[in-house]
T-cell receptor, first 117, second 112 residues
């Protein structure tokens, strides 16, 4: 059971470089999310895709772009990396974008640790 | 001020003790409350999920929600070294769906 797979696991970039973080899920989930985690800040939503073909901004979208390539894959692109983007990035998926009285949990990958120098 | 506040810890307890964790929040519209556990170098995993107010128990874990005080708690009974992790609270308003607002996490260390 792979669940949510993120690549790469680690990356070091120089300021101004670009890169794409990859995420794939094998649970046939409709919704996918990108979060960043910084010390003491918890997880903050960057972008999400409620369903295939749709994407929307979250709390901290500046400096990022996303692509929902198909139902399984959701990538995050940094066009011109900045030191403020040093963080751990988590991709997550869920069966639905709607939380109901029943359980609709987020399933997370194990993260990509990005350092921008 | 953050919407969800959580003491970062670390919280160190001896094996077998009760671990008590809590979060306070400011947005009275939050209706869904979750606790996630995160081991080092891993992604968070859902531990408990409650809707609106009340208590929920699952094995050694009990989650409580007090909406009047804007305060949620997680209790871990008979704590084990394997419970050593960071615990994140998360909340959502119905209109926001699964776009959760997280607390900063509390690091817990259970000593054998």
């Amino acid at each position: 059971n792979a669940g949510v797979t993120q690549t790469p696991k680690f990356q070091v970039l120089k300021t101004g470089q670009s890169m794409t973080l990859q995420c794939a899920q094998d649970m046939n989930h409709n919704s996918m999310y990108w979060y960043r985690q910084d010390p003491g800040m918890g997880l903050r939503l960057i972008y999400y895709s409620a369903s295939e073909g749709t994407t929307d901004k979250g709390e901290v979208p500046n400096g990022y772009n996303v692509s929902r390539l198909n139902k399984r894959e959701f990538s995050l692109r940094l066009e011109s990396a900045a030191p403020s983007q040093t963080s751990v990035y988590f991709c997550a998926s869920s069966g639905s974008d709607r939380v109901t009285a029943y359980n609709s949990p987020l399933h997370f990958g194990n993260g990509t640790r990005l350092t921008v120098t | 001020q953050k919407e969800v506040e959580q003491d970062p810890g670390p919280l160190s307890v001896p094996e077998g003790a009760i671990v008590s964790l809590n979060c306070t929040y400011s947005n009275s519209a939050f209706q869904y409350f979750m606790w996630y556990r995160q081991y080092s170098r891993k992604g968070p995993e859902l531990l408990m999920y409650t809707y609106s107010s009340g208590n929920k128990e699952d094995g050694r874990f009990t989650a409580q929600v007090d909406k009047s005080s804007k305060y949620i708690s997680l209790f871990i009974r008979d704590s084990q070294p394997s419970d050593s992790a960071t615990y994140l609270c998360a909340m959502s308003v119905p209109a926001a769906g699964n776009k959760l607002t997280f607390g900063g996490g509390t690091r817990v260390l259970v000593k054998p």
